[in-house]
């Protein structure tokens, strides 16, 4: 079974600058995905980004960026230039690529605090 | 394009009770996940199902069941519910599947058994 690990409850910030939110998993699988989700406080969950195991280069959607270490079963979100709307939970997940693709497991969650 | 929608938004229900709980996708997508989010165990996959079959599964009782419909919306159901089924449900709709770039979730329902 996968497991994965956010060993950072809560983390805080100031605004415009860099935070790194870690999580790393455990696999035997050579194919996979790893995701990153947001859930802001009493608003919906989204996907702030993807990585697919197969590609070495890191995963970029605009602020947000990932360091996936695949030897070391790392995946770290980092969030550039903070905003006070990244103020959220963020969740790490893991997602076999096969036919069971659909099937997550996702981390405790961090709690990110963007402070003004 | 409408976004995810579930209903109802919240729901108290005794144990014992069965309950039924509904999401519809964003238009032209085909699967969708079910997941319990709870303080305790935190965030957990109930289900996928892809036109109309239900293609994963979860480490759930057969207490939870799901089903969706030709138009891709799709239906949870728990039976004899219990205190521990109070949570969040939290549906997410995808083209193809959930390793999908493109992954919408609702706001959830709000289940609270007394």
């Known amino acids: 079974a996968q497991t994965v690990t956010q060993s950072q409850p809560e983390m805080s910030v100031q605004e415009a600058e860099t935070v790194t939110l870690s999580c790393t998993y455990d696999t035997s699988e050579n194919n996979y995905y790893l995701f990153w989700y947001k859930q802001p406080p009493s608003r919906q969950m989204i996907l702030v980004i993807r990585q697919e195991a197969y590609k070495q280069q890191n995963a970029t959607e605009n602020r947000f960026s990932v360091n996936f270490q695949k030897a070391a079963k790392s995946f770290s979100l980092k969030i550039s230039d903070s905003q006070l709307g990244d103020t959220a939970m963020y969740f790490c997940a893991f997602m076999k690529a096969n036919t069971n693709a659909g099937k997550s497991t996702f981390g405790d969650g961090t709690t990110l605090t963007v402070k003004p | 394009k409408a976004g995810v929608t579930q209903t109802p938004r919240y729901l108290i229900k005794t144990r014992g009770q069965q309950v039924t709980l509904s999401c519809s996708p964003i238009?032209?997508?085909?699967?969708v996940s079910w997941y319990q989010q709870t303080p305790g165990q935190g965030l957990q996959f109930l289900f996928e199902y892809f036109s109309e079959t239900q293609r994963n599964k979860g480490n759930f009782p057969g207490r939870f069941s799901g089903r969706q419909f030709s138009n891709s919306r799709s239906e949870m159901n728990v039976s004899t519910l219990e205190l521990g089924d109070s949570a969040l449900y939290l549906c997410a709709s995808s083209p193809y599947g959930l390793w999908d770039n493109e992954q919408f979730f609702g706001p959830g329902t709000r289940l609270t058994v007394l």
């Open positions: 238009s032209g997508h085909r699967s």
